[in-house]
């Protein structure tokens, strides 16, 4: 059963670092997109940055910010966070795009991280 889990969320104070990771577990897996979302209280998920073989890119909001990273063949991502901001509260979630050993390509979801900028 393939599975994602995030780690590294945390509080830290406006002007500060994070670097989350999410990693992917269940067998062999093929990974086409790797990519990061967040959800604030109250409002609408949305995208945060992705990295394919082919390109990356990250939100506007965050550019110059936030960057995405992945090892080769590696089934581990990143998201390096710096000059946080009280507005990047939020949970952070890591999406997948993949294709098991044995499947098809499907879209695979964490369960989240959450991340907090306060002083």
């Known amino acids: 059963q393939v599975q994602l889990v995030e780690s590294g969320g945390g509080l830290v104070q406006p002007g500060g670092s994070l670097r989350l990771s999410c990693a992917a577990s269940g067998g062999a897996l093929s990974i086409y997109a790797a990519e990061w979302y967040r959800q604030a209280p109250g409002k609408q998920r949305e995208y945060v940055a992705h990295?394919?073989?082919?390109?990356?890119s990250v939100a506007d909001s965050v550019k110059g910010r936030f960057t995405i990273f992945r090892a080769n063949n590696s089934n581990t991502w990143y998201l390096q966070m710096n000059n946080l901001k009280p507005e990047d509260t939020a949970v952070y979630f890591c999406?997948?795009?993949?294709?098991?050993?044995?499947?098809?390509?499907?879209?695979?979801w964490g369960r989240g991280t959450q991340v907090t900028i306060s002083s």
């Open positions: 999406k997948m795009t993949a294709k098991p050993a044995a499947g098809s390509v499907t879209t695979y």
């Open positions: 990295t394919t073989s082919a390109s990356t």
